[in-house]
C-alpha cells in the first residue's frame, strides 16, 4: 500500500496555466505531460499519476480537513516550511512557475542572493533597458526595478549583475507561465547573440512556444497557442480532483 497525506498547493488549487510538457521532454525535473501550474493538491497529482501512467498501485490518499481549493498557502492557517532552500516565501513561489522558465539559459534568476526568483540578469545586462522593455509590456500583476546584484554561490558567483527585481503586486491577475515567456521574450529581442534562449527548451517544455519566441511572435499570440492543451489537461484533471 502507499499512502499520501495530502497537502496544499501554495499557488491554490485553481489555477492551471502554461504550455502544457510536451511527451518527448519529459526529464527528471518534468516527467508528466501536464503544465506548469496545474491546479491540483499532491493527493490528487498522485491519483492522476498512477492511473494514467497505470503504474497499479494501491494508492491512498489521506483527505485535508477544511480545504478550500482557492486557499492560498498563507490563507490556509499552516506553518510555512520551505519547499526548496531557494523558495522562501510565497512571493518567492507565485513567482518561480514564471521566472524559473528562464534559469536553464545564462542568466541569473537570484540563487546566492536574499531574495532568489525575485532578481533576474546577468553581467551583460543593461538593467534600465531589461526593466523599460518589460514595464511597457504592462504584465498583469507584477512591475519591474532595475537592480544591480552580487550572487554569492550558483551562476555568476560573486560578479556584479545588472537586470530587474520583480514586484508582485496582484497575485490573483499574475499568469505566472507567461510572465516567464515575457522574460524570455524580453532577454531574446534585447540580446539576441548572447542569450542561450535553446537552453529554456525544457523549463518551457513547449518547441512550438520556444520558435515563436525566437521568431519574434507577440508573446500574447503565443499564450493563445497552449489554450488547446490546457483545456485538454482540465478535462482529465477533473477526474481526480478531492476537494
Not at 135 to 154: A, D, L, T, Y
Not at 184 to 190: G, I, P, Q, W, Y
Not at 207 to 235: H, S, Y
Request: charged share 20%; with cysteine.
Amino acid at each position: 500500500d502507499f499512502y499520501v497525506l495530502d497537502r496544499p498547493n501554495p499557488l491554490t488549487g485553481l489555477s492551471v496555466q502554461g504550455p502544457v510538457l510536451e511527451k518527448q521532454l519529459r526529464s527528471f525535473t518534468g516527467y508528466f505531460p501536464m503544465p506548469i501550474r496545474y491546479g491540483m493538491t499532491i493527493g490528487e497529482w498522485a491519483r492522476m499519476f498512477n492511473a494514467e501512467n497505470k503504474i497499479g498501485a494501491n494508492l491512498h490518499v489521506v483527505k485535508m480537513q477544511g480545504y478550500q481549493r482557492s486557499d492560498w498557502f498563507d490563507e490556509t492557517g499552516l506553518v510555512w516550511i520551505n519547499p526548496s532552500p531557494n523558495l522562501r516565501t510565497l512571493t518567492q513561489v507565485t513567482l518561480y512557475p514564471g521566472v524559473a522558465m528562464v534559469e536553464g539559459a545564462n542568466v541569473s534568476v537570484g540563487r546566492g542572493t536574499g531574495t532568489p526568483f525575485e532578481l533576474i540578469g546577468a553581467p551583460w545586462v543593461e538593467a534600465r533597458d531589461l526593466a523599460s522593455y518589460l514595464n511597457k509590456r504592462r504584465i498583469q500583476g507584477v512591475r519591474f526595478v532595475p537592480v544591480s546584484f552580487v550572487p554569492i554561490s550558483h551562476r555568476y558567483e560573486n560578479q556584479t549583475c545588472q537586470g530587474v527585481q520583480v514586484v508582485l503586486l496582484d497575485r490573483q491577475a499574475l499568469d505566472s507561465p507567461a510572465l516567464g515567456v515575457e522574460i524570455a521574450s524580453a532577454f531574446f529581442n534585447l540580446y539576441p547573440k548572447i542569450f542561450q534562449i535553446d537552453k529554456t527548451l525544457h523549463s518551457i517544455g513547449s518547441p512550438e512556444v520556444l520558435k515563436a519566441i525566437k521568431e519574434g511572435k507577440d508573446p500574447q499570440g503565443i499564450f493563445l497557442r497552449w489554450q488547446t492543451p490546457l483545456e485538454e489537461f482540465n478535462e482529465l484533471r477533473s477526474k481526480y480532483l478531492l476537494y
